[in-house]
């Protein structure tokens, strides 16, 4: 290919400055800084490169924005032999000189590009020239990419397309002077500059076209073209996206529909048979169905821009984002809040998270000065240009604020070792009183935090999408790149291997006897009677059970190890004759199953173990993969990508699976009156506190004096402290409450209200209360019924509908893994006694057939 030379200096070549911009790689000759810092700004091209006498002109150069620095091999070689250029990137040298002298650079002082100083014909002819450039081709950068040899007869050099395309055949680039180059169709003495720049192009089309990606300035695709010289030329004279249509000749993008394109650049790939355009697309988009790409709508940071920038012109009055548009103050307090929760965040999707807010708010301060995306990614590459950089110390107000954070707890620890009696901040939880609080307020209490599933199902829709087309490899790529665990196969089948599931004596022991409790349960549970009523004489029905086939079960896992997760949902299923029963479950750092997993999938029955979590193990199991069983329907609890997978498959017509229940933060609600003991309710509070900051938490305190409940408050503190997951503790407990109430039918009438998914019974007689309890996940009665024996042992299922769901949903069940199917059968007799009213019902409703399957056989009876 060729290298305009573009001499700032002189004026009769400043009316190709643009086009040849467009190029990408641009040798700037009598340049200096103040120039070159100016064209960068004019163009918002950071590809040219500009010669140096020596390094600290260079680190000038570099820092101005400049891509490559071209040195003299003298001037190179002293550098390198003074370690002068230690830390900068060999792709940002370029090195200039005669054959022999470029010869002479050992490989170790490889720069990337050389310039060799010869005249065109030389270089077309000289075997050593060529020699030269075929081992300098195959010698790849340290960072990936192609070393190139360039030939630079001079300024005077006058180069023709056939010389182009010559020297492309043997390696060779070659710089052209932008005195020679016109973007005009024909210009006496000058080439056109698509006609050099296609020179080095191929292509295998008969048509002679070559085939074209069109990208937008943040590298997303936004439809595949053709083009030919004579498009590439009129696209580089007018700035635009100009095509060749295979019928109609020259296509000016946009042209008709309004949704034209700037040009920003032109390239090839590596083969250099095919091109890229890179443009800024205006209007409704590149497609002709009015989306932004051919590939569908944008999704993430450019749909999230698209939006932004939509509703900062037509945002409905109101609304939020109209809010955050028009008060300065609020998008500042939001985006100091979220950068505060991000620097806080420790788990990898609390990160995710935070950093979404973050850059949501973010970028709505960014639309609304004007700057996009674009704007902030030049400035990126601009800032990456720069070989010189800050130390990166934060400002004062910052540094003192973090040194001051971590001095906390350090000042903490001494004065607990000083003095022992001496607490932290409090861990207590918000009180109210039921007699001085609103309806209004009451309202609030019932409410858990809004989840907004849009976003989380926008994420989620195409990680399914892709485990549905690609099946195991996404499987494989997806955990490789969540869990940093590359797998060779996703997928264990049965029988297990032994070694995988060994177990110290002790948990298999308390495994085997919390499996015997719940298969006690859950099989008293099964529905092995036929249900048989003769509504009438001659008409019998029946209702009979039969298992849902093939069901699939989500543990979670990550650092945690759940085996009572895989008892809860495999015992039931087992018990209502599941064929098929797949476990999903994240595998471990080294790529294994917790052994205490497998040996429950074992006792299960389970066929298959996928290894795998997230939304692509929900993906697997809903549509099925070469080693993933497709199920009917998918049970378990998991975080809210999980859980919004789920809802996505269920939604799936073509999908075909249910679900068990939706499900939200982890929550209990516990009753207690004065008999209860302060230590016991505290540890019931706590035990579902620590599972995570979003735990929701209420104590319904009944007739308790302020004594009584501080008793309750400092075993609270107390026990949380010393807890391992205290952190944890700290942030779930002050967002929860205790309401202070008089009797125990209000305790019960909120408590029915809030429909929890584990309610605690901690008063007298808490047996008299369970008539009255209309809605709860799962009822814990009296001292020694702590919730943690239903989670793992007792024999109940501790998967529990949350979120308020207890008033139409029940927790896991054996009935869960089963449907029920009803039979009729009539004799003659009864079809006789019935057949009127069947008859005279469907006439009412216009069904003529339903009415005749009935009256010829009642026809024949009356005979």
């Not at 075997?127 to 450039?133: D, G, K, L």
């Not at 900062?312 to 985006?335: H, M, Q, V, W």
């Not at 009917?632 to 269920?650: E, F, L, R, S």
């Amino acid at each position: 290919m060729f290298i305009p030379s573009f001499d700032v200096t002189d004026p009769s070549q400043s009316a190709l400055k643009t086009t040849i911009g467009y190029l990408g790689s641009v040798i700037l000759e009598n340049a200096n800084i103040d120039t070159i810092k100016s064209l960068i700004q004019e163009t918002g091209s950071t590809l040219y490169w500009a010669k140096a006498d020596n390094v600290d002109q260079a680190v000038q150069l570099w820092d101005a924005g400049v891509y490559k620095v071209i040195f003299s091999v003298d001037t190179y070689s002293t550098a390198i032999a003074n370690d002068n250029l230690n830390g900068i990137p060999e792709e940002r040298i370029a090195v200039q000189g005669s054959l022999n002298s470029l010869s002479h650079l050992t490989q170790q002082q490889q720069p990337s590009s050389f310039i060799l100083e010869a005249p065109v014909g030389d270089a077309l002819t000289t075997e050593a020239v060529h020699q030269f450039a075929k081992t300098v081709r195959t010698q790849l950068l340290a960072e990936g990419g192609e070393r190139r040899v360039i030939v630079n007869g001079g300024s005077d050099s006058l180069v023709t397309l056939d010389a182009i395309a010559k020297l492309n055949a043997v390696n060779l680039d070659v710089v052209v002077s932008a005195a020679h180059l016109t973007a005009e169709e024909e210009e006496q003495g000058k080439i056109n500059v698509g006609q050099a720049y296609l020179a080095s192009a191929k292509t295998d089309r008969a048509d002679g076209l070559f085939t074209t990606m069109v990208v937008d300035e943040r590298n997303t695709a936004l439809g595949l073209v053709y083009s030919s010289v004579k498009s590439v030329a009129e696209s580089l004279k007018t700035g635009q996206g100009v095509y060749q249509s295979r019928n109609r000749g020259l296509w000016y993008k946009g042209a008709t529909s309004g949704a034209t394109q700037s040009l920003v650049r032109i390239d090839y790939d590596c083969d250099g048979d095919a091109l890229r355009f890179i443009v800024k697309q205006h209007g409704t988009g590149f497609c002709h169905l009015n989306t932004r790409t051919c590939f569908g709508a944008d999704t993430g940071l450019g749909a999230l821009q698209t939006t932004l920038q939509s509703r900062k012109e037509n945002a409905p009055a109101g609304s939020y984002t109209a809010r955050l548009f028009n008060d300065a103050k609020l998008l500042r307090a939001k985006i100091m809040e979220e950068a505060e929760e991000l620097c806080d965040a420790t788990e990898k999707d609390e990160v995710a998270w935070e950093a979404a807010d973050l850059i949501y708010f973010a970028l709505t301060k960014c639309v609304s000065s004007g700057v996009s995306l674009e704007d902030i990614e030049k400035n990126l590459d601009k800032k990456a240009r720069k070989v010189t950089r800050r130390p990166g110390n934060a400002k004062p107000k910052w540094s003192e604020q973090s040194e001051k954070k971590e001095e906390e707890p350090k000042k903490a620890a001494v004065q607990e070792e000083e003095q022992p009696k001496k607490e932290e901040g409090r861990i207590e939880m918000m009180t109210y009183d039921i007699n001085d609080i609103s309806a209004e307020k009451r309202s609030e209490l019932l409410l858990r935090p809004i989840i907004d599933s849009s976003e989380i199902i926008n994420r989620v829709t195409p990680i399914m999408k892709d485990v549905r087309e690609r099946g195991d490899a996404a499987l494989v790529d997806l955990t490789a790149k969540f869990d940093r665990v590359q797998l060779d196969c996703p997928t264990l089948k049965a029988p297990f291997d032994e070694k995988l599931m060994q177990l110290d004596p002790e948990t298999k022991v308390a495994i085997d006897q919390a499996y015997d409790n719940i298969f006690k349960f859950h099989d008293a549970q099964m529905d092995r009677d036929t249900l048989t009523v003769e509504t009438m004489p001659g008409v019998v029905c029946t209702r009979f059970a039969r298992p849902i086939e093939r069901v699939g079960l989500y543990v979670p896992g990550g650092t945690a190890v759940l085996p009572s997760t895989t008892l809860m949902l495999g015992i039931p299923a087992k018990v209502a004759g599941c064929s098929e029963i797949v476990i999903a479950t994240p595998p471990r750092p080294d790529g294994s199953v917790v052994p205490e997993v497998l040996y429950v999938a074992h006792k299960v029955g389970a066929s298959h173990v996928l290894l795998a979590g997230g939304a692509q193990a929900v993906a697997a199991m809903a549509y099925g993969t070469q080693t993933v069983p497709k199920v009917d329907k998918i049970c378990g609890p998991g975080n809210q990508y999980v859980t919004a997978a789920k809802m996505v498959a269920q939604n799936d017509t073509s999908c075909l699976v249910s679900i068990d229940m939706p499900a939200g933060p982890s929550e209990v609600l516990v009753i207690a009156d004065k008999t209860s003991n302060p230590a016991y309710t505290a540890s019931d509070l706590l035990s579902q506190a620590e599972h995570g900051v979003d735990s929701q938490v209420v104590l319904v305190a009944v007739d308790l004096s302020d004594d009584e409940l501080r008793a309750i408050e400092d075993q609270v503190h107390i026990q949380a402290t010393r807890l391992p997951r205290v952190d944890i503790v700290r942030q779930s407990i002050p967002k929860s409450y205790t309401l202070k109430v008089k009797t125990l039918d209000e305790a019960v009438a909120f408590s029915n209200d809030y429909a929890p998914e584990h309610l605690i019974l901690h008063n007298d007689n808490p047996e008299d209360l369970l008539p009255k309890i209309m809605h709860a996940g799962s009822v814990f009665v009296g001292p020694y019924s702590p919730e943690s024996c239903g989670d793992y042992a007792s024999g109940t299922n501790h998967t529990l509908p949350t979120y308020g769901y207890s008033r139409m949903y029940s927790g896991v069940n054996t009935l869960t893994f089963v449907k029920h199917i009803t039979s009729q059968q009539l004799t003659a007799d009864g079809l006789n006694r019935l057949g009127d009213t069947v008859m005279r019902l469907a006439e009412i409703e216009g069904l003529e057939a339903h009415r005749n399957a009935v009256a010829i056989r009642v026809a024949d009876i009356r005979k």
